[in-house]
Structures are given as structure tokens and as C-alpha cells.
């Protein structure tokens, strides 16, 4: 029954209106109602074909109803309307003035995480809209960093004594299709990990096109090396960040270069480079052997935040894939837990989709989700929204 309704149309629609790519991990399985022909579509189009993720063999690994795809990018678009109290960017003026940023990664506060927050939201914004905010937060400049093969968006924010690089997280249709892109790909020292992201962040074609080539290029242009290094993002661009993160600290231990033939264990533990990593909403990003490597340099320096019930980090199964840092658990009231356990999260994947689900916890998960700045806002400032205000059309409270 539970999986009947799954795959209806009615029930791809409230996905697609309420979500993002959060959802759509879980649910492409679901919805999935149509085949392509993978050549005859990459004859047609050479860019990411919408409805269709295949492997480098050709091979269909994910599809998902071209309609619901469409619908998708459309509700990710009704999701940034913001409420009265809010501006343009979906965020609360009012609790800016309350954020602080810290380099100490070890002591997050509510002040500390929401400054991350909210360089994360605003990744996904115009120049011109980020500019606004440079200000008020206490940057120098934000350079917009854009590739438009993968429509991947960043933001390189120069504080003067510190850089931070932020990833938009999923806002189109081509952001869903690499989110459903779970099958494994080679990264740094031999380890696996999701080729949507590692596609997001390489680009199309050689590992040195793409947004990683700009965001190196660009780091180089603020002082980096000289500079330390912070890296954040929501969802998506959480991923995204993991994998800029590791790339870092490795180039500074080994150079340039994937050494795929040597092992974790000739690093060494921490980086002078990449200062913190902070992350929100982040589905898991590789396999086993990439967290022991990325946990063997930047454990200690990696925050990975998770609002309430939000199921996105649920996604991914950890029979496959597993997360890295240390787990930052925000409570429904706001109130943070450091090096909170996962023991209470099931194994992910579909399994634990449908067992939501058929505790009607679901709608909640998809809201928590999408509420992290929304939260954090609330907590330091009462006018904010304490979630997403359109959460309310759903009954989400």
C-alpha cells in the first residue's frame, strides 16, 4: 500500500512542491515511470539530459518523469519565498547583527553556526543581492563563482585574515540530477564517492575544469596559502564542500594529483590550510576509505549540522557510504548538541524513506531540511520565522 502511493502521481506532486533535492534521493526510485534511450539522448543534447542519469558505460542508473523534474526546479524556486519578516535572500535582517564568526570549530555556537548559514543560503544568490550582505557581515568582498555546464554556483568570501568558500545547495533541475546520481566514482587516493557531486565539482569532462578549477584559481587571487581556509554549504553544496575540503588538505600534504596509490595512513592528522569545515543538511558523501582519509586530516575541523529531523543525512546508505566530522545535532527548540551520536538514525536510504513516511513524520523531515537559517534566525532573534514559512500551507509547525 505504503509503496503504491509512493510511486502515484499525487504523491510525486507534493514531493516535487515541498522539497528539493532532499526528497528526491529517496523518492526517484518511486517516481521513476519513464526509460530513456541514453544514446540517442546524448546525441541530442551533450549536457546533462534532464530525466536521465547514466553511467560512464551508458548504462541508466536513474531516472525520474521529466515532468516531475521540471516541477521539482519550480518548487525549489516557491521554497526561497520568503516570508514578511525577511528579505530578499530568504533570510531575518534582524538576527545578522547577533552573528559571529569564530575560528575556533571546536566551541560552535548558535551565533557561530548561523554566520555559516547564512554565507551558505546566500551562495545560492545573485552578485548583486550578495553585495548587500558583504557589510553586514563583515567581509571584504565575495567573488560569485558559476559553472554553467553543471549549474554549479560558490562564492569565494574574503574576510582578510580568512577565506571562505560557499556552495549553493540544490535549486534546479540540474542540481537534482546530480543529487540522484548515487553510483560511485574514483576521487583522491583511491576512495569513492558520489559521482553527481564529484561531477558537480570536477565539471564535465577533465578534473580541472569545472567550479573546482575557478574556486583554486580564485583562492589563489585572495592569498591562499597564506590565508587559512574555511568551506560550508547546505545540502548540496555541503557535499560539494566535503570534497573541496579533503582536496585542500591533501595538496598541501602531497601536491597536486589524485595518488591514488597511497594510503591514508602516510598523512598526517590535521591541516594548516583548511581551518574548518562546517556543513548543513549533508547527505553522505563517499564510501569507507574516503571518510578514514578525510576523517584522518580534518575530523577535528569538521562540523556536519543536522536540523532536528531533517532526513537528508539519513540518505545515501551507510552500507555504502559513510559521513565525516563530527555531528552537530540542533533540537527542535534550537538548542545544540556537539558530537552527537547517530545511534538513533537508521540506515538510510529507501528503508528508512517509506518508515517516515508511514509515520507521517515525513513532511516534518522535508521542512527541517529546508529551515536550517530559519532556525538558527529564531533562536538569536524571536521576530524570525522559526521555519519556512511555507511550511504553514502544509500544517508543518
Known amino acids: 500500500m505504503i509503496q503504491q502511493f509512493v510511486r502515484s502521481r499525487a ?3 507534493v514531493v516535487t512542491r515541498a522539497l528539493g533535492g532532499c526528497l528526491v534521493l529517496a523518492a526517484a526510485s518511486g517516481c521513476a515511470n519513464r526509460r530513456y534511450n541514453d544514446s540517442a539522448t546524448r546525441a541530442n543534447d551533450p549536457s546533462p539530459a534532464v530525466g536521465a542519469v547514466v553511467n560512464k558505460d551508458g548504462d541508466v542508473q536513474r531516472v525520474i518523469d521529466e515532468n516531475a523534474t521540471n516541477m521539482l526546479a519550480e518548487a525549489l524556486r516557491t521554497i526561497e519565498q520568503r516570508g514578511e519578516e525577511m528579505d530578499e535572500t530568504g533570510l531575518c535582517p534582524s538576527a545578522a547583527p547577533k552573528l559571529r564568526f569564530s575560528a575556533d570549530i571546536n566551541n560552535p555556537t548558535i551565533e557561530s553556526l548561523g554566520y555559516f548559514m547564512y554565507l551558505s543560503k546566500l551562495s545560492s544568490k545573485a552578485p548583486e543581492v550578495v553585495g548587500k550582505w558583504v557589510g553586514r557581515l563583515g567581509l571584504k568582498n565575495a567573488d560569485y563563482i558559476f559553472d554553467a555546464t553543471t549549474d554549479t554556483h560558490a562564492y569565494i568570501f574574503d574576510r582578510g585574515s580568512e577565506l571562505i ?6 535549486k534546479s533541475a540540474a542540481n537534482v540530477l546530480t543529487d540522484i546520481d548515487l553510483v560511485f566514482d574514483s576521487a583522491l587516493l583511491g576512495a569513492r564517492v558520489h559521482k553527481g557531486f564529484l561531477r558537480a565539482y570536477r565539471g564535465q569532462g577533465s ?3 569545472g567550479i573546482r578549477s575557478k574556486i583554486m584559481a580564485g583562492l589563489k587571487a585572495h592569498g591562499y596559502p597564506g590565508k587559512k581556509v574555511f568551506v560550508t554549504g547546505h545540502s548540496l553544496g555541503g557535499g560539494l564542500a566535503s570534497l573541496l575540503a579533503a582536496e585542500l588538505a591533501v595538496i598541501e600534504q602531497l601536491g597536486e594529483g589524485l595518488h591514488e596509490g ?7 592528522e590535521g591541516s594548516n590550510h583548511v581551518a574548518g569545515v562546517v556543513t548543513f543538511g549533508s ?4 564510501n569507507q576509505d574516503f571518510a578514514n582519509c578525510y576523517n584522518r586530516i580534518l575530523k577535528n575541523s569538521t562540523l556536519r549540522v543536522v536540523n532536528d529531523v531533517d532526513l537528508l543525512p539519513l540518505m545515501a546508505s551507510r552500507a555504502f557510504y559513510q559521513h565525516t566530522g563530527r555531528r552537530v545535532w540542533l533540537d527542535r527548540d534550537g538548542v545544540l548538541t556537539f558530537n552527537a551520536s547517530e545511534s538513533e538514525e537508521p540506515s538510510g536510504g529507501f528503508e528508512a524513506f517509506i518508515s517516515h513516511v508511514s509515520k507521517g513524520k515525513f513532511l516534518r523531515n522535508v521542512f527541517d531540511h529546508v529551515s536550517y537559517s530559519h532556525k538558527l534566525a529564531y533562536v538569536l532573534d524571536k521576530t524570525c520565522p522559526k521555519i519556512n514559512p511555507l511550511a504553514e500551507k502544509f500544517g508543518v509547525k
Open 11 to 13: 504523491f510525486c506532486n
Open 165 to 170: 568558500v560557499s556552495f549553493a545547495g540544490t
Open 207 to 209: 578534473r580541472f575544469k
Open 262 to 268: 597511497v594510503s591514508c595512513d602516510a598523512l598526517k
Open 283 to 286: 547527505t553522505r558523501v563517499g
